[in-house]
């Protein structure tokens, strides 16, 4: 990144904390959001927003630029592999994954795997913390995470390369090219992320004294992605967007002796969106395809696999109209039809009819309030009345304070209600109350966000042995959520010289109500850092991450834990100065080469290193 | 750190040769872990561990193998113990592993890490072990998962695999009684299948229906707990010498009953929480038991069981995400210990 295009948008929304560096030459062009509402009736919550530059400038997947520069917490099966999250304390299944405005957590496990996503693939990805399921549906509990695709108009030709090569045989090409008029704009890309992956573990033997490696651990990952905007006239927009991903990966062994299995799964996404405007009146209507499937092959070697696979439509109309100048009221209706089938769960559909009311209202100039419900009709489960309610208000320039209070829910999945055996169809979605007050200080070039948030989680969904020995899923856990999260930024330039320094830091108890212990796998502690010093042509970077002890219990036995740990990396780069950007870099990662792991005999990999080349044309 | 790790075996290896000199010479236990009994906790997919507890109750180490071995893998699932002279062998499925242990001091002394495919339980018999091993399961492999299962036969000189017996069907437990192995599996055989040690083949099947499990033998006959889901218990007699088959029928209060344990002519068993117990030559079965449990357990409820020296011992399941509990209770319910082992313990292997 040259010094020059460091930009900080430090007030985009006042209350918005953006984190990234802007190209110059977008900010002057107005953008065309895919998720509109994830802007305007957000504004009561925290956003964190990675630009173009910072999703280029990490490492591929998107595990990694999350983990480093958000608070949240991943559980990874190893590098590359199985990747869940853990935001605010909660589950996997409750943080919630965006695409351009809809939900793409799986309908079978109701996650999102994070090393399946190539963070190149999106223009911005932005995470929001707390509660949004009453305009983003089920799982959007702890918080969300949104992969964006932003189109712009302009006459405009422009081409982006980046290759990667790194230990461990790791290889990365991820191309985009936009060619953009002032009626028309297409952004066609693709990536593939491959490794190898047989890196050794620091430290560790077997009971010969041989060094032990990571073995089976080979992943690729391939994405493809076109997108489409038309500008009709002053008063009409068309939107298309489609991508598609393949991720082939072995599961990396926890013991040499094994049995080698692989996993290989993939989506495709479709989305076509138009928006009128109308005298105040603003149309919104969508209709989106999506797919996503898995093959199990517990054997390698052998042909003999486990699938799933499910499709969604959705159909989405939200209209938007000004009562007043300063009173927006809008109305959302949306249908989703899934089918699944599977070796596991049979064959079953489900149909889902959601009924949205959102309203902002500005009362002063640096008063304003927000208010949402949503209602889900289904005969699959019985559905709760969600709500929103969130505001905003500005002292001076230089604080803010944000309030917010919501219900939200996850409904079971594919695999809790019909799964062979155990699924059961009688389970409600799990349910939770929340609250938040966020304190917004903006001084001079620096920003610092301090949220602190109360949650109350009832009817946990958790598989328990049950009759038979057959393992079945229950609302079983009750648990209380709370704590604080900072979020600090400061950008700055004098001459030539470009500093930015970004960093985060979540402190979370999440108690089971009845034992009164810490969900296993939720650290009480995280924290991530990074500074950014750019001179002229050159930039160096340095990023830290502390993620704190967690237990791999639920009765807390202290005996049973993954130990806190740090991770440093650091990275150069120089641009030639050829075409426009000809920039070449070097990373190390795991600078100091420390022996961790996020989830028990699951070691990550020691000092590597990574070289790349980004070019834009 | 490699060369420490060297000088740990070096060193247990020496410990492992000092202690077996000493056997030989003195009627002093023979290790720490002599007189006792072992609790084998399955674990979760980080890995079992093995409990230990000393005959007059005094010591107890949660977690044995680790203590004694450092934080060598174990393996997960760890599923079965069986001894053979001075060695243990704890059989890991999930990891295709037996970990080769000496059962008095625990140290480890070798892995069988080849030639196992989902091990689950193993006799030894001259010098070798068979271990069943269910390979792959039908819900993956449609066509030959409930066919392909084995028998691992191991030289326990050499810890290596040095033949296998193909089954032709699924299997679990195993038993050496009347110079033959008697396999059981609880899911999807309707019989028991007689192997002959000899010849390593498959001799006969003796039908018995779906849903066998636990068998001990004594004084010639085999004697088989069936629960079928929905259907009356029943303890099925096979006369080794014939194969013929008679039966006691349990009543309908009894449905789900599992392991059967026979100790000085009494047949213990289980349902739900209760201990029952009848005389090995009783022809009807008892209606109530001789003491409950409390567990909270939905599946874990006497997830381990035995009888032992007058002792009975259960295990409980628990959430299988926390260290759960064993119990041991004198012949008639009295409870002597509660003791908080590892995740999932599912037997007690007595030293």
């Known amino acids: 990144m040259t010094a020059k295009k460091y930009i900080l948008l430090l007030v985009l929304f006042v209350s918005q904390l953006i984190l990234a560096q802007h190209d110059s030459i977008n900010r002057l062009q107005e953008v065309l959001v895919s998720d509109r509402n994830l802007q305007q009736f957000s504004e009561s919550q925290t956003i964190l927003q990675f630009n173009d530059s910072t999703l280029t400038q990490n490492e591929a997947l998107l595990t990694d630029l999350l983990n480093f520069n958000s608070t949240l917490y991943f559980k990874e099966y190893g590098r590359g592999m199985l990747s869940t999250v853990a935001f605010r304390g909660t589950t996997a299944s409750q943080t919630a994954v965006i695409w351009n405005g809809i939900n793409i957590n799986s309908q079978m496990n109701g996650s999102t795997d994070f090393n399946t996503i190539s963070g190149a693939d999106f223009n911005s990805v932005s995470v929001k913390a707390g509660g949004g399921s009453v305009i983003y549906g089920s799982g959007a509990i702890g918080g969300s995470v949104h992969l964006n695709t932003d189109l712009a108009f302009g006459n405009r030709f422009e081409n982006q390369l980046k290759i990667d090569y790194g230990s461990f045989n790791t290889q990365g090409i991820h191309y985009k090219t936009n060619y953009t008029t002032q009626k028309w704009s297409t952004q066609v890309g693709f990536s593939r992320n491959s490794s190898t992956n047989d890196y050794d573990y620091i430290g560790r033997y077997n009971w010969k004294g041989e060094p032990l490696w990571n073995q089976n651990g080979e992943y690729e990952i391939i994405g493809f992605n076109a997108n489409l905007a038309y500008q009709l006239n002053e008063t009409n927009l068309l939107q298309f967007y489609s991508q598609t991903s393949n991720t082939d990966r072995n599961t990396s062994l926890v013991s040499p002796t094994e049995t080698k299995s692989k996993y290989v799964n993939g989506f495709n996404r479709n989305l076509v969106s138009y928006t009128g405007n109308f005298n105040g009146l603003t149309t919104n209507l969508k209709m989106a395809y999506i797919t996503e499937d898995y093959h199990y092959f517990p054997e390698i070697e052998s042909p003999n696999y486990t699938y799933g696979k499910t499709t969604s439509w959705i159909s989405k109309a939200d209209l938007g109209y000004h009562i007043t100048k300063n009173f927006n009221l809008n109305g959302i209706v949306d249908y989703t039809k899934t089918k699944g089938y599977g070796s596991g769960f049979g064959d079953h559909s489900r149909d889902i009819t959601s009924v949205a009311l959102l309203t902002k209202q500005q009362i002063t100039d640096r008063w304003q309030t927000e208010y949402g419900i949503r209602k889900e009709f289904t005969t699959n489960y019985k559905s709760p009345v969600l709500f929103s309610v969130g505001s905003t208000v500005g002292f001076g320039n230089f604080y803010h304070l944000k309030i917010n209070l919501s219900r939200n829910f996850r409904i079971p999945t594919f695999n809790d209600l019909y799964w062979e055996e155990g699924g059961n169809p009688d389970l409600k979605p799990e349910n939770s109350y929340q609250a938040e007050i966020g304190n917004v200080f903006s001084f001079k070039k620096i920003s610092l966000t301090q949220t602190f948030y109360y949650y109350k989680i009832d009817d946990l969904l958790r598989w328990v042995p049950a009759n038979n020995g057959i393992w079945a899923p229950q609302n079983t856990d009750k648990v209380n959520s709370y704590g604080t999260e900072t979020l600090l930024n400061w950008n700055t330039h004098f001459g030539e010289n470009h500093i930015s320094c970004n960093a985060t830091y979540a402190y979370t108890v999440s108690e089971n109500r009845e034992t009164k212990k810490q969900l296993f796998f939720v650290p009480y502690h995280k924290t991530t850092a990074s500074i950014a010093y750019g001179y002229k042509k050159a930039a160096i970077t340095y990023q830290f991450l502390y993620n704190g002890m967690v237990f791999t219990q639920s009765d807390n036995d202290p005996s049973k834990i993954v130990p806190a740990y740090t991770v440093s990396n650091i990275g150069i780069d120089y641009d030639l100065k050829f075409l426009n950007t000809f920039k070449i870099g070097f990373q190390v990662l795991n600078l100091w080469n420390s022996a961790y792991e996020s989830l028990e005999n699951r070691p990550m990999p020691g000092r590597n290193y990574n070289l790349y080349l980004n070019l834009k044309f | ?351």
């Open chain 2, 1 to 351: 750190m490699k060369l420490t790790k060297l000088l740990v075996v070096a060193l247990c290896t020496s410990l492992f040769i000092s202690c077996s000199d000493d056997d030989d010479k003195t009627n002093d236990p023979k290790g720490v872990y002599d007189n006792g009994v072992f609790i084998l906790n399955e674990g979760n997919s980080s890995g079992g561990s093995v409990s230990f507890l000393s005959d007059d109750q005094s010591t107890f180490t949660a977690n044995v193998y680790s203590t004694v071995n450092g934080n060598d893998y174990i393996g997960t699932y760890l599923q079965h113990i069986f001894f053979d002279g001075d060695k243990a062998y704890i059989i890991a499925g999930g990891s295709n592993v037996i970990n080769v242990v000496n059962r008095y001091t625990f140290q480890l002394l070798a892995k069988i890490e080849s030639g196992l495919k989902t091990p689950r339980y193993g006799v030894v018999k001259d010098g070798k072990a068979y271990v069943t091993n269910a390979n792959t399961y039908a819900y993956a492999n449609p066509e030959t998962g409930d066919t392909d299962d084995f028998i691992a036969v191991i030289d326990l000189k050499t810890n290596k695999v040095e033949s296998t017996i193909p089954l032709n069907g699924t299997a679990n437990r195993i038993e050496l009684a009347n110079n033959k192995l008697y396999v059981s599996e609880p899911y999807s055989s309707d019989a028991i299948i007689v192997v002959n040690p000899n010849t390593n083949q498959v001799e006969s099947r003796i039908a018995i229906g779906y849903d066998a499990d636990t068998m001990e033998e004594e004084d010639g006959i085999l004697y088989v707990m069936r629960s079928p889901y929905g259907n009356r218990s029943e303890i099925v007699k096979i006369k080794l010498a014939d194969n013929s088959i008679s039966k006691v029928t349990l009543g309908a209060s009894l449905d789900g009953a599992k392991n059967l344990d026979i100790e000085n002519d009494v047949i213990y068993f289980t349902v739900n929480t209760g201990v029952y117990q009848m005389n090995r030559t009783a022809t009807t079965a008892p209606t109530t038991p001789v003491f409950e449990y409390t567990s909270t357990s939905d599946y874990g409820k006497m997830y381990g069981f035995a009888v032992n020296d007058g002792r009975i011992y259960i295990a409980d399941g628990g959430d299988f995400a926390s260290n759960s509990k064993a119990y041991i209770y004198s012949l008639n319910g009295t409870l002597e210990k509660e003791l908080t082992v590892g995740v999932g313990p599912n037997g007690f292997y007595f030293n």
